[in-house]
């Protein structure tokens, strides 16, 4: 059975010969380790081998297990991915470093009113759902654009990109066009797409960071 470590080992490997075949610039796709539903015996191995980029999907979660390892590993920048509910936004400001999954007016608000509060430099991506499906979070790709200047002029709030999570059983490579598209006209320089199944996919159409999970932690 391999280790993450071996794991993490590959999938970097698999990212630089992926920037290479799209003729970027080597160390130009950020990897952010996806350590949803492993605990801190899991994540602190592949932390000791020197990655220092992690996201989580939930708050609550991520509250349990990252402030010991952050505490341990200081240098640790960790990414909320998944749906952020506007009573936890207190508590997700205190303990990340970047938020991807703004996409709405209501959070947006939140989040500037405990950046304010708590004196935190977060960098913010908007989650576009670039499928309009019904069940997802994200905002609509027709209002992407207005969103992040109004997140910007409105709210104060320092958007650097976009996220997205195609629809698991279409084709991936239109919906990282569009969010790719959509970055431009909004003049943000990020691209959070790709996840375990299609991350060499989304680094050939832009992506600067891919949330790779099972790959390298195993199937949860």
Known sequence: MTSPVNNLREVERRIRQ?????????????????TKTFGPEVIRP???AGHRIFGENRVQEAAAKWPALK????DTELHLIGPLQSNKAKQAVALFDVIETVDRDKIAI????????QGRH?????????????QKAGIDPREAVAFVAR?????????????????????PGPHFALLEKLSREAG???????????YETAIAFGATSVRVGSAIFGSR
């Open 18 to 34: 992926a920037e290479k075949e799209a003729g970027r610039p080597s160390g130009s796709v950020t990897l952010v380790a996806v």
């Open 71 to 74: 505490q341990a590993f200081p």
């Open 110 to 117: 939140e989040l500037a009113k405990e950046i304010g509060k």
């Open 151 to 171: 997140c910007r002029e409105v709210h104060g709030l320092a958007i650097v990109g976009l996220m997205c999570i195609p629809p698991i059983d279409e084709n």
């Open 122 to 134: 977060l960098r913010l991506y908007v989650q576009v759902n670039t499928g309009a499906e019904p």
């Open 188 to 198: 943000v320089p990020a691209l959070s797409m790709g996840m375990s199944g299609d």
């Open 46 to 48: 592949v932390l000791e």
